[in-house]
């Protein structure tokens, strides 16, 4: 009885730990859409396509430690070292209510 209390006390936060995690930072909040595997969130909160030339730009090999290499947000909310909402992030971490905006200025919702 003791060991499967102690085996209890210790598995169940690590599992909700993990599952918050998880949920948290790599769930995917939208269904799989058209489009590139990433999109730009803009200092206002909209979300956009990317150009050829961001997508060309996060396609180039970086060094770990290159200055100029992308920042990938993992949450729609994370702020830059700016304290800026934009960035790069995965088109399936932007929560379902944001319409993701093509190039040409018309929204794309697909919910």
Known sequence: MTLILLILITFIPAICVG????????????????GTEFVYV???????????QEIDYLNAPFNY???????????????????KISGFILRQRVPRHIKIINKSGTGINLN
Do not use: C, M, W
């Not at 790599?26 to 058209?34: G, H, I, N, T, V």
């Open 19 to 34: 599952l918050y995690l998880y949920f948290g930072l790599f769930a995917p909040l939208r269904k799989k859409e058209a």
């Open 42 to 52: 803009e200092a206002d909160g909209s979300v956009r396509e990317l150009h050829q």
């Open 65 to 83: 430690n290159d200055g100029a290499r992308p920042i990938l947000k993992k949450r729609y909310d994370e702020k830059n070292t700016d304290g």
